[in-house]
């Protein structure tokens, strides 16, 4: 991680003034395509990217099926949404467009 992103992220967790647990991330599976920009940005480590099984996947249309095996399954899923803040770092930077917050 570059020195500029950590004092971003550091920024941003400053900024931040929601408690944990408010709002929590909602990962569009029919967008993602796996490329871990809200990992390197998540300042809570909520996200992993990882292999997903069709099967955890219900929401999957015609056309997200066949971009979840071009990228071999691999999705962002947030793990520890709990732990999520609301800063907006995740939904600003996903190429993807496909993370939207939710109140919890
Ligand atoms: S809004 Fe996104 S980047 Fe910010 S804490 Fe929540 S999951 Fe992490």
């Excluded at 991680?1 to 408010?22: F, I, Q, V, W, Y």
């Amino acid at each position: 991680m570059s020195r500029d992103r950590e004092r971003g992220n550091a920024d941003a967790t400053l900024a931040c003034k929601h408690e944990a647990g408010r709002f929590a991330p909602v990962i569009d599976p029919n967008r993602c395509e796996g490329k871990s920009a809200c990992v390197a940005e998540c300042p809570y480590d909520v996200f992993v990217v990882r292999r997903r099984e069709r099967d955890e996947l219900p929401g999957l249309t015609l056309l997200g099926t066949l971009k979840w095996w071009a990228h071999g399954g691999q999705q962002a899923q947030a793990l520890r949404a709990d732990q999520c803040h609301g800063c907006g770092l995740c939904v600003s930077a996903c190429p993807e467009d496909a993370i939207s917050l939710k109140r919890a």
